[in-house]
């Protein structure tokens, strides 16, 4: 044995597998920080408390950080340990390169000495990523926006140093240097963890200049403010979720390579068609007389400005929801000339009450359509009233049959009420 302690587990400390969704971690942290919490034992098990609830409280922290789950995955805690150099990766992984992929920093060390003599590698800054909202007919047609950002870059005066040309650079005494300090920050009653931060004195770069010494353009601060003009092309055929990305074109951070900018599409409700996948849907309203005689007409105007024409013939009739697939007049695909189909859902448009005033017009339409159908054989007939405006969802309300489309139970997590009642004995 050399003496060290074997590696902690942090998925079987919070009792979840590798493969745990962020949402199975915090559940399962949640459970059992209720369950370790000093507060919630009595006084002879308190001590014991206290260390469980601290290891769950660090595994936690840990495993719901995506960066730091990977650290993990790869080196176990060595990652998080300076006492033990590389950690499992050997000497390849120092802890400038921990405290780079946590914290987004070029280095723990700003000078000569600030970390262990190795050339550094690039750092890569942070992606960033928003939502850009596009309508149905631009997803439809395609489109490129072309916009100005303005994004943060490294000082080209200074070249990022922060500081005038040839002053010497002192290291921060804040940091001793590092770019890094480390803190306790509050978490509980009686309760603080160790964290390492991005040092505010000398913004991360482990050197401090006196504001004489200063760089005149970014004032120390080694990024300025610039615009950029960039251009954004939407691809036709795109989807809810595509995600389009500008290599390069984040906010640059001194002693990195730039981070991507990364657009994901939102797709705005149209008020004529409904999209899924390559398809679309729309309403086809008719009327009583085209339904019965058929028509020939424009029925819909498309997502690029052209009349959609349907010759629907005489003698086959339109019912209600039936559904009409016209192939080829959907979404297009991204790459070649295929597209989705387009599906017209009947609506048929009754004439109102009364329409029909003439006794001579209605026995002569009662003539031109179907007649009924047999009559049904009854022991005796009563003549009732009726609604004609009643509402079918409306069936079987607040009368207790579980049958009834609106009757769901709705169980309390907290006190057990509201569910189904055992009948008394």
Not at 43 to 65: G, H, M, N, P, W
Not at 114 to 139: I, N
Not at 144 to 167: D, L, R
Request: with cysteine; charged share 35%; proline share 6%.
């Amino acid at each position: 044995m050399d003496g060290k302690e074997e590696d902690v587990d942090l998925y079987a400390l919070l009792g979840v597998d590798k493969s745990a969704s962020p949402n199975d971690i915090k559940k399962a942290y949640r459970k059992l920080a209720l369950l370790h919490h000093p507060d919630k034992v009595s006084e002879d098990k308190r001590v014991e408390s206290e260390a469980k609830f601290k290891a769950i409280t660090q595994a936690y922290e840990i495993l719901r950080d995506d960066e730091k789950r990977e650290l993990y995955d790869t080196h176990g805690m060595a990652a998080f340990d300076p006492s033990r150099g590389g950690g499992p990766g050997g000497p390849g992984m120092d802890m400038n390169d921990i405290l780079s992929q946590m914290f987004g920093m070029g280095g723990m060390g700003g000078m000569p000495g600030g970390g262990r003599g190795m050339p550094r590698r690039p750092r890569r800054s942070p992606d960033e990523e928003q939502a850009y909202k596009v309508t149905l007919e631009e997803l439809y047609k395609g489109k490129t926006v072309k916009f100005a950002a303005e994004k943060q870059v490294v000082c080209s005066q200074c070249k990022g140093s922060g500081a005038k040309e040839k002053v010497a650079p002192n290291p921060c005494e804040k940091c001793r240097g590092q770019g890094v300090r480390e803190i306790l920050r509050p978490f509980g009653p009686g309760l603080a963890r160790q964290e390492i931060i991005r040092c505010d004195h000398c913004e991360g770069s482990g050197n401090y200049y006196k504001e004489k010494d200063r760089c005149k353009k970014c004032k120390g601060k080694r990024t300025v403010k610039e615009k950029k003009a960039l251009e954004l092309y939407i691809d036709r055929g795109s989807m809810q979720g595509d995600r389009i990305v500008l290599q390069g074109e984040a906010d640059q951070l001194p002693d990195q390579t730039p981070g991507d900018l990364i657009f994901h599409l939102v797709e705005e409700p149209h008020d004529v068609f409904t999209r899924i996948g390559h398809d679309l849907s729309t309403d086809l309203n008719v009327t009583l007389a085209e339904a019965l005689t058929g028509f020939s007409r424009v029925v819909v105007k498309h997502l690029d400005g052209r009349g959609i024409h349907i010759n629907y013939p005489r003698g086959k009739v339109l019912r209600p929801g039936q559904v009409l697939k016209v192939e080829g007049e959907g979404m297009p695909h991204k790459r070649g000339e295929a597209k989705g189909d387009l599906y017209l859902v009947v609506k048929i448009e009754f004439p109102k009450d009364g329409w029909l005033e003439s006794d001579d017009d209605h026995e002569a339409l009662k003539k031109l359509l179907p007649p009924p159908g047999p009559p049904i054989a009854a022991d005796e007939t009563d003549d009732v009233e009726f609604t004609d405006d009643a509402d079918i969802e409306e069936m079987g309300a607040h009368q207790g049959d579980p049958r009834y489309s609106g009757g769901e139970w709705e169980e309390d997590e907290d006190d057990g009420e509201g569910g189904p009642q055992c009948a008394t004995q």
